[in-house]
């Protein structure tokens, strides 16, 4: 799905010197016509650049990855070039019909939007309420208080102490209301975007050694998602950017 | 089907409240309000509004233009994700007293460098064009936030100015924390 780096452990890089990420010339006039493939800056490990990733494979939508890495360097995501593309320094950020989009549910609905099929939200308002509950539970209730940014801050002898305590807040809230939406997937029987948050945030869960027992619905749900294909070809392990020792 | 007034559960002071309040008072939504003390559920704000959005559609709170849909969905989102979680309550209590201020201002500024710089792309009248959108909702309770954080507004010119238009509006001023039910004496209108 996304293309690899030229070459080399450090992205690859168009421009000289840097060893950075090969932006374009010009920041806010793309060349890019509307037929030219989605751009989506991401690095490996993100849960919220796999978010995306998985949006991308299920709606079957060819894209170039460009990895931002957000340890070397210092964290390139702090370079001038990407905080033009992206004010929060962040990723994922996406470029795709002549505009660059962050926020990865913004990005998700906006695909979602434009290319409809196969669905992502249902089109019941209520189920799609639900869809959206959950995503957010996870986008802005449990992700951001265990980012790296906020686990800089907390201080690097409180991190895994700090990022438990965040998922397991969150993850007692999501279990009981995932019993009330659940069938198959998070939301009934059809994969929606509150699977995609899902999964991610599981995969942060178990990095920071949180205990999943407790959370039989979430576990069950992560295990059915993790078998299709989208989920699998989107995978940290299977990404240009993922360092030699952690590739599947 | 409907079985009576929408019940609004909701605490004055909460800017995630304060959003979704704002968002019954422009689609002129008549409802009850039930105060609770502590919000617990965080960041479930948004899928409330986009389900009125798409039971109750005028007025408009997105744009009709997937693009412009996107600026919207990325705004609220940068405030929704970005900025509130990271100075709410219960994460302020985690980081100790002595520190809740230094950190709150923090997050703050970081998350208002980056809407200053998106907005200035974005904005008309508004933080998307010239319409009243959902990123306006999430805009004013943050704005809010920083002041009660005693932020300096100064780094940040468009979001003072969209912020002071907006708060003219009737439904933000109907929703503000100074009127609602549950408001402190001390802390009325």
């Not at chain 1, 493939?37 to 991308?56: E, G, M, N, Q």
Request: hydrophobic share 35%; aromatic share 6%.
């Amino acid at each position: 799905m996304g293309s690899h780096p030229l070459q080399g452990s450090s992205p690859c890089s168009a421009s000289s010197g840097r060893g950075a990420i090969p932006w374009e010339a010009k920041g806010h006039h793309t060349t890019m016509t509307e037929s030219s493939k989605p751009i989506l800056y991401s690095y490996f490990r993100s849960s919220c650049s796999w978010r995306v990733r998985i949006a991308l494979a299920l709606k079957g939508i060819d894209y170039e990855t460009i990895p931002v890495n957000l340890i070397k360097d210092q964290g390139q995501q702090f370079s001038e070039e990407f905080q033009a593309l992206n004010p929060m320094k962040q990723v994922p950020a996406l470029k795709i019909d002549g505009i660059t989009i962050s926020q990865s549910l913004a990005i998700i609905e906006f695909l979602e939007e434009t290319r409809p099929t196969p669905r992502l939200l249902p089109k019941d308002p209520k189920k799609r309420a639900q869809v959206r509950m959950i995503s957010d539970t996870i986008a802005s209730g449990i992700q951001p208080l265990q980012n790296l940014s906020v686990l800089k801050q907390v201080g690097q002898e409180n991190q895994l102490a700090w990022a438990q305590k965040v998922i397991h807040t969150g993850f007692n809230a999501l279990e009981q209301i995932l019993r009330n939406t659940a069938g198959k997937y998070c939301v009934g029987d059809e994969v929606s975007m509150a699977d995609l948050c899902l999964v991610p945030q599981v995969a942060n869960a178990e990095r920071f050694k949180v205990d999943l027992t407790p959370y039989p619905t979430i576990s069950r749900i992560n295990k059915t998602l993790l078998a299709l294909e989208a989920f699998q070809v989107s995978h940290p392990c299977r990404q240009p950017d993922t360092p030699p020792e952690l590739r599947a | 089907m409907q079985a009576g007034k929408p019940i609004l559960y909701s605490y004055f002071r909460s800017s995630c409240s304060w959003r979704v309040r704002i968002a019954l008072a422009l689609k002129g939504i008549d409802y009850e309000t039930i105060p609770v003390n502590l919000i617990k559920d965080q960041g479930q704000q948004l899928a409330i509004i986009e389900f009125l959005e798409e039971t109750r559609p005028t007025p408009r709170l997105l744009p009709k233009d997937p693009k412009k849909r996107a600026q919207v969905r990325m705004i609220s989102d940068t405030i929704a994700s970005g900025i509130q979680p990271l100075q709410n309550l219960s994460v302020l209590k985690q980081v100790g007293q002595e520190n809740q201020l230094a950190w709150a201002q923090k997050v703050i500024h970081t998350g208002f460098n980056a809407l200053e710089q998106i907005l200035r792309n974005t904005a008309g009248k508004y933080c998307v064009g010239d319409e009243v959108s959902m990123a306006d909702l999430c805009l004013v309770p943050q704005v809010a936030n920083a002041e009660r954080f005693k932020v300096d507004l100064t780094p940040y010119p468009t979001i003072s100015r969209i912020n002071k238009t907006l708060l003219a509006l009737e439904a933000f001023q109907v929703s503000h924390p100074c009127r609602q039910p549950d408001t402190p004496p001390e802390l009325r209108a």
